[in-house]
């Protein structure tokens, strides 16, 4: 029996979803046929998901890269939020992480925000890893990346997560947009950015208060 399998491959560099597209149509089962969707920022991915909500061909299986550059409502600043996107809109979809993030934290964070089905760290990837982790986040998920897992093996015991309003106020704030005019950006009060900012220093670790060290240490952890 035919297995038909729906992917959308979101990643802003055409070569490298081709490598993904190749790998996964050459070592695919004999009973599997796939239709692979290719976006290649959050617009085109939202675009792309809302039509498969509307025309009831939800998406099997998405592969995710993490640094995308923002949709131009400044709604999604990343693949995160278009995985949390997915998450609520398509709740039967796998979804399989790419990055070249390889900080403990921001790992960790990704984990506890959006538990994905598949985890790869791009700089350890193989075709043939990608093709393992394809079918097991098919029939036997999670997979993790080797990388991925002996960070999770190191103990990661935080229980921090930058939330997405706290990812959101790092990415206005690199932006260039100013404490005083993020509420009106996040439907928040200023003393609600307030506390949110001074939570994000304990986070990091700032001690100055400036925005620009702030800033510097959520880039070093893969958040902006």
Do not use: W
Not at 113 to 137: H, N, Y
Request: glycine residues 4%; hydrophobic residues 40%; aromatic residues 6%.
């Amino acid at each position: 029996m035919i297995q038909k399998i729906k992917i959308l491959m979101i990643d802003d560099h055409p070569m490298i979803i081709e490598g993904y597209q190749n790998t996964l149509l050459f070592t695919k089962k004999e009973n599997q046929e796939l239709q692979i969707d290719i976006a290649n920022n959050c617009d085109e991915a939202i675009a792309l998901m809302d039509k498969s909500i509307e025309n009831e061909s939800h998406y099997n299986v998405l592969f995710v890269d993490i640094s995308l550059p923002p949709s131009t409502d400044g709604k999604m600043t990343s693949g995160e939020d278009l995985a949390g996107y997915a998450r609520k809109n398509l709740p039967g979809a796998k979804i399989i992480i790419l990055t070249m993030f390889n900080e403990p934290f921001r790992i960790h964070n990704i984990i506890k925000t959006i538990d994905p089905e598949g985890f790869l760290i791009k700089s350890d990837l193989t075709s043939s890893e990608l093709a393992s982790a394809f079918q097991a986040v098919l029939n036997n998920p999670p997979f993790y990346s080797g990388t991925v897992n002996s960070f999770i093996r190191k103990a990661i015991t935080s229980d921090i997560v930058v939330d997405e309003k706290n990812r959101k106020i790092l990415y206005l704030l690199s932006q260039g947009i100013k404490t005083k005019n993020l509420a009106s950006h996040l439907d928040i009060s200023l003393s609600a950015v307030e506390k949110r900012k001074k939570h994000l220093r304990e986070i990091f670790e700032v001690q100055d208060g400036q925005d620009e060290t702030l800033l510097n240490e959520a880039r070093i952890r893969g958040f902006i």
